[in-house]
């Protein structure tokens, strides 16, 4: 069976982004809620990895890839680049939405994720600054 023979996958239909309740520590839990639902495998696009595999065994590959920055900032930045994927969900080439698109739901995940759900913590604030590194 060649590509052509592949039917396209269906329209994607996304999450809402989360409403902040007003109490920093209920919105907190929901950001660890939707962090449950972190993709468990993905296709690898990185470094033409086309295979299969967990989010985990990318992320680490992406750290021992990244070369001296250290191994607390490569873990951090590898496991950050992949939290919008928790909400907006393994989007690929294949599904026919743009690069500006998928950058522009992951920056409305992330803002959500910050300013909605961690309430522009200290946390929140290093996770945005390091998920902005991480944009191609």
């Not at 060649?2 to 996958?9: G, K, L, Q, R, V």
Request: contains cysteine; aromatic residues 8%.
């Amino acid at each position: 069976m060649d590509e052509s023979e592949i039917a396209p996958p269906a329209k994607r239909v996304f999450l809402p982004l989360f409403v902040s309740t007003g109490g920093a520590a209920i919105d907190r839990l929901a950001f660890f809620h939707v962090l449950e639902r972190f993709k468990i495998t993905s296709i690898a696009w990185l470094y033409s990895l086309c295979t299969s595999d967990s989010t985990l065994d990318v992320s680490k590959r992406v750290a021992s890839i990244v070369d001296g920055f250290g191994m607390e900032w490569c873990v951090m930045m590898a496991v950050v680049h992949n939290i919008a994927v928790a909400q907006v969900g393994d989007i690929t080439p294949r599904e026919g939405i743009s690069k500006p698109e998928k950058q522009r739901l992951e920056a409305g995940v992330m803002r959500n994720f910050v300013h909605d759900m961690l309430h522009g913590s200290p946390a929140a604030l290093r996770i945005e600054a390091l998920w902005k590194v991480s944009l191609p």
